[in-house]
Structure formats: structure tokens, C-alpha cells
Nanobody, 119 residues
Framework: VQLVESGGGLVQPGGSLRLSCTAS????????MGWARQVPGKGLEWVSGIYDDGSTYYADSVKGRFTVSRDNAKNTVYLQMNSLKPEDTAVYYC??????????????WGKGTLVTVSS
């Protein structure tokens, strides 16, 4: 099983980034997928998730700014991040499991991609 994130980088406040996570080694279309983030020295925060039927979940901190989507043909999940704030700075992890609402239900994790929001 492998989850590989990409798309992180440095962006100015108010800017946008799109993260991608490509999966292999399991039946992607049957899994819930999601994104969590972690600031160094702090706990893991669940950000967003999407079920196999396309229904989505967002943490209050990102609702209205982030959009999660998936392409089952490409085994890929995306996180479109708009109106980014300095407090969005973190390592973002992709995960796969049976729920899109929290990290506890995730079976597989990627290694993360760093997002830095700074002027």
C-alpha cells in the first residue's frame, strides 16, 4: 500500500494550492479518503474527508475555503485550498480508511507534504 502526496509549497496569505494524493495497493474506490495536518510540536488535526459515495466532511477551521474531491479512475484524492491563512501552515497527510470524519478510522497514511503560508 502506498499513498503519495504532492502539491505542497510556499504560498502567500490569500493564495491557493491544490494537494494531490495518489494511492496504490488497495481498492481505492471502496475506501474513504481524507486529509489531516500537523504543525511541528502540535497534535494531528483532521481537516477533510470524502467517502466512496462522494459525500464530504470538513473541519470548521477550513469550511468554505477547502474542497476535497476524488477521481477513482486515477486513484487520486485532491484538496483544493483557497484563501489560505498563516495558520494553515502544516504538514498535510493523506489517509485511507473507513470513515471520512476523523483520523481514528484510517488504515493507511502517506508521508506528508509541507504547506507554508507566509508573505
Amino acid at each position: 500500500v502506498q499513498l503519495v502526496e504532492s502539491g505542497g509549497g510556499l504560498v502567500q496569505p490569500g493564495g491557493s494550492l491544490r494537494l494531490s494524493c495518489t494511492a496504490s495497493g488497495f481498492t481505492f474506490s471502496t475506501y474513504a479518503m481524507g486529509w489531516a495536518r500537523q504543525v511541528p510540536g502540535k497534535g494531528l488535526e483532521w481537516v477533510s474527508g470524502i467517502y466512496d459515495d462522494g459525500s464530504t466532511y470538513y473541519a470548521d477551521s477550513v469550511k468554505g475555503r477547502f474542497t476535497v474531491s476524488r477521481d477513482n479512475a486515477k486513484n487520486t484524492v485532491y484538496l483544493q485550498m483557497n484563501s489560505l491563512k498563516p495558520e494553515d501552515t502544516a504538514v498535510y497527510y493523506c489517509a485511507a480508511g473507513f470513515t471520512a470524519r476523523c483520523s481514528l478510522g484510517m488504515d493507511y497514511w502517506g508521508k506528508g507534504t509541507l504547506v507554508t503560508v507566509s508573505s
